[in-house]
């Protein structure tokens, strides 16, 4: 008997997902229980289309780990600031984050703004950590290419390197979720076939974390955006919901600290910068006219 298409794709694709998930999910790597955790991110959402694999594996009760997510900007680019704030919380409710009210914060300062164009000041950031959130272990956050290349999630490394940089004692350690090729971007869950066969290389020489979501948790992702931050729900969402590999798989490398040297370069070049405009408005001050 030639069974239905429909029921054979309804029996493949769960036979798929739990072979995918036993070829390249990483047994919990040691120090990742009983830990206070901060995901670094830069806009309301990210959470959710970026981490929610390592998110909602982190937050599950029984690895007891204390989760707050950072967002450096409101995402008000649109002027939907204070809504997506209030859909920021939802969406860490969603994903499994306890007391989430209390553990989201936004910062929403005016000189650190939603802008694919403005570079932030990494400065800034580390400050704004160091006053906050002293207790963390490890901070999750972007790699160098941020993912879609947008520069505010290429600021958050340097400036979270910064910041365990400062206070070297409390060997805060940085993860960052892998940057891939566009071409791998929509295969879904597919691309644990691809990681399978070129498993994760850190170029630190530390530790890596593949982890692919159970289907339940991939619903809970798919829900922190759908039902989490509707006001970003426009029709093209739906194909990263539902193609995006980042919504199935998070691949992450531990950073060496204290700076990587590209980021380094760039510390040295922001804060040259910044003195240079602090002397011009010093000089405007001396000679008003
Ligand atoms: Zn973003």
């Known amino acids: 008997m030639i069974l239905p298409f429909s029921l054979i794709v309804s029996l493949l694709i769960p036979i798929l997902w739990s072979f995918s998930q036993s070829i390249i999910n990483d047994p919990v790597p040691s120090g990742f229980r009983n830990q206070n955790i901060t995901f670094l991110i830069a806009h309301p959402d990210d959470e959710a289309m970026f981490f929610g694999p390592i998110l909602t594996?982190?937050?599950?009760?029984?690895?007891?780990?204390?989760?707050?997510?950072?967002?450096?900007?409101?995402?008000?680019?649109?002027?939907?600031?204070?809504?997506?704030?209030?859909?920021?919380?939802?969406?860490?409710?969603?994903?499994?984050?306890?007391?989430?009210?209390?553990?989201v914060l936004v910062v929403n300062d005016p000189d650190l703004p939603d802008s694919m164009s403005v570079e932030w000041d990494i400065f800034k950031i580390e400050k704004v950590l160091a006053e906050h959130y002293q207790p963390t272990n490890i901070i999750i956050t972007f790699d160098s290419k941020g993912i879609s290349d947008h520069l505010n999630h290429k600021s958050l490394l340097p400036a979270a390197s910064l910041w365990a940089a400062a206070d070297s004692k409390l060997h805060r350690s940085i993860w960052t979720v892998r940057s891939i090729p566009t071409w791998r971007k929509y295969i879904s869950y597919l691309d644990a076939f691809y990681l399978y066969l070129n498993p994760v290389k850190n170029p630190y020489g530390l530790r890596t974390y593949t982890v692919m979501s159970s289907y339940s948790q991939y619903t809970q992702t798919r829900d922190a955006m759908t039902v989490g931050h509707v006001s970003q729900m426009k029709w093209f969402r739906w194909g990263w919901i539902t193609l995006s590999r980042y919504m199935f798989i998070n691949d992450l490398v531990q950073v060496k600290g204290p700076i990587p040297i590209l980021s380094m370069k760039k510390a040295l070049k922001m804060m040259l910068e910044a003195e240079d405009k602090e002397s011009q408005k010093q000089n405007k001050k001396q000679n008003p006219f």
Do not use: H, P, Y
Request: overall charge negative.
């Open 57 to 103: 594996k982190l937050s599950s009760k029984d690895l007891n780990n204390n989760i707050t997510i950072v967002s450096i900007s409101s995402g008000d680019f649109e002027g939907l600031g204070s809504i997506r704030e209030q859909e920021l919380v939802r969406s860490a409710e969603i994903l499994g984050v306890a007391e989430a009210k209390n553990r």
